[in-house]
């Protein structure tokens, strides 16, 4: 049996993570390699491109997102409208109906 390691790290878009450190955003929805983030635990953020610290967030749930079901509350909590959420998402992950919701909240540092 394969036991994969709670992860302690995320990426995001840079130009997403003063969404992240502001507290505006508060999901992001990821695809099954990116959901065995446990509720509970520390997580520190970093941008995508060039791997800078930004922020911690603490976990709160994970739970299953069919592509199709991603609506305005999503977009609200992810702080994009919803074309360019979804396209984003269709960009990051072509073709995968089965996505996670990872709903986290900011620590104050
Ligand atoms: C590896 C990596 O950093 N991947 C991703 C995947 C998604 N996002 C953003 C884009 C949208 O705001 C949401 C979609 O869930 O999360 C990201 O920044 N980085």
């Given amino acids: 049996m394969s036991v994969v390691p709670v992860p302690t790290k995320m990426t995001f878009f840079e130009f ?3 969404l992240v450190a502001s507290g505006q955003k508060t999901i992001t ?3 099954s390699s990116e959901s065995h983030y446990q509720p509970g ?13 930004v922020c911690d967030i603490v976990i709160l ?4 997102l069919a592509f199709a ?5 999503h977009a609200t909590q992810e702080s994009l409208p919803l074309d360019e959420l979804k396209q984003l ?17 900011l620590v104050e540092a």
């Fill in 69 to 73: 079901d991603i609506n305005e509350f």
């Fill in 16 to 18: 997403l993570t003063p």
């Fill in 89 to 105: 998402i269709h960009k990051v992950y072509p073709d995968q109906p089965r996505l996670f919701m990872i709903s986290f909240s």
């Fill in 41 to 53: 635990t520390i997580v520190e953020v970093f941008t995508l491109e060039t791997d800078v610290k």
């Fill in 29 to 31: 929805i990821r695809d």
């Fill in 61 to 64: 749930a994970v739970e299953p």
